[in-house]
């Protein structure tokens, strides 16, 4: 079973910046794709960022610019680097993952991980 461990959220000032990270707890043969979602009180889930297995990248209208996704395949984990943040950008941030995984000798996958959320939060 996959499991996501997210970290990094907490309380910055607008303008100001956080690093999430996203790691998985097993042994991971590839990370086929990686993203981020966050759900701000009321609202539905929506997608910030995502990278695929080959580095390509793809952000929300509303983050574009301000936010950068990564990777880094020998430690299993993923990142959300998040700049000039602003009140809006307040939510619960998500971790989802699309991974090949060793179970013992067998290669399985599983195509929709989620991790358990971070919080964000911006102040003005």
């Known amino acids: 079973q996959v499991q996501l461990v997210e970290s990094g959220g907490g309380l910055v000032q607008a303008g100001g910046s956080l690093r999430l990270s996203c790691a998985a707890t097993?042994?991971?043969?590839?990370?086929?794709?990686m993203g981020w979602y966050r759900q701000a009180p009321g609202k539905q889930r929506e997608l910030v960022a995502a990278i695929s297995s080959t580095g390509s990248a793809n952000y929300a209208d509303s983050v574009r610019g301000r936010f950068t996704i990564s990777k880094d395949n020998a430690k299993n984990t993923a990142y959300l680097h998040m700049d000039s943040l602003k009140p809006e950008d307040t939510a619960v941030y998500y971790c989802?993952?699309?991974?090949?995984?060793?179970?013992?000798?067998?290669?399985?996958?599983?195509?929709?991980?989620w991790g358990q959320g971070t919080q964000v939060t911006v102040s003005s």
């Open positions: 989802n993952a699309d991974l090949t995984y060793y179970s013992g000798s067998i290669l399985r996958r599983a195509y929709d991980s």
């Open positions: 097993i042994s991971i043969f590839s990370m086929n794709r």
